[in-house]
């Protein structure tokens, strides 16, 4: 008998659409590693049993996804600080032990794909703004607060989910009322959008070229268009713009690590493979 072939996958309802299957197994296959990653759509009320039974069918791990971020979490023996600051989990490995441990690496990829794309930017140069209150608008939040800007400004349509964040998360916060997108960027050095708005089929998010200061970053979580709306008016205006394929694919990189044992690069062969129709 030899060793079981290491297994891991993504969990979600939806799924189909997930890229994290043809991510991990492009690192699969460049770093010659034995394994597989599978998606799995898996219903809310059978989220529990299916992790019970996960390890016994060989799986180190799997990523999880909406809606089971929060749900995860809650059914995990251990968390990292940051999944439980943020109050979900993206990433679960078997431990050894038969312990379940929660990790989210959501911030981290936001934080990394920055670096990466944009190397001179400055979290301290000046506030943040950011669009959105949500899971994901929390994980980069929790990453900038920790990143060190000096002030955090959030806007929500539903402005007591912003005023919940900003309670929740300290004094760094200050929210803008969702009709006032001018006060939320002006004078801002990085600005984030973490809502739909501006994905395919989606209304877009505009920003008036006057509103942004030319040394401000942009950046968008959407990637389908990798160019949104809300990046060309950025780069219209002069700013420089990170589209939001990155954090994906750098959010990717702790669990690959932990549950097959190399850690992986993201580089530009990564991004066209994942991009690949």
């Known amino acids: 008998m030899t060793s079981r072939i290491p297994l891991a996958g993504v969990l979600g309802a939806p799924i189909a659409h997930s890229r994290s299957p043809r991510l991990h197994g492009h690192w699969l296959r460049r770093y010659g590693l034995p394994g597989h990653y ?96 949500g899971g994901a608008a929390r994980a980069v939040v929790v990453s900038l607060l920790d990143a060190g800007v000096p002030e955090l400004r959030i806007t929500n349509r539903s402005r007591a989910r912003a005023e919940a964040m900003r309670d929740s998360l300290g004094a760094r916060l200050r929210v803008i009322d969702w009709s006032d997108p001018a006060a939320l960027v002006a004078g801002a050095a990085t600005i984030v959008n973490t809502t739909s708005l501006g994905m395919t089929g989606q209304p877009p998010l505009r920003l008036l070229a006057t509103a942004l200061d030319p040394a401000a970053l942009v950046t968008d979580l959407v990637y389908t268009p990798l160019e949104t709306p809300l990046l060309v008016d950025a780069a219209a205006a002069g700013c420089a713009t990170v589209d939001g394929l990155g954090m994906l694919l750098h959010q990717a990189v702790p669990g690959f690590e932990r549950w097959f044992g190399t850690r992986p690069e993201v580089d530009a062969a990564l991004r066209d493979a994942v991009l690949a129709p």
């Open 38 to 133: 599978v998606p799995l759509e898996v219903a809310p009320e059978d989220l529990g049993r299916v992790l019970e039974a996960l390890p016994r069918m060989g799986f180190r791990g799997v990523n999880v996804t909406i809606p089971h971020k929060e749900a995860a979490l809650a059914l995990a023996d251990r968390a990292s600080n940051r999944a439980a600051r943020i109050g979900a989990a993206n990433t679960l490995t078997f431990a050894a032990d038969g312990g379940l441990d929660a990790d989210n690496t959501d911030g981290y990829g936001f934080i990394a794909n920055l670096r990466q794309a944009a190397p001179d930017w400055d979290p301290a140069a000046g506030p943040a703004a950011v669009f959105g209150a």
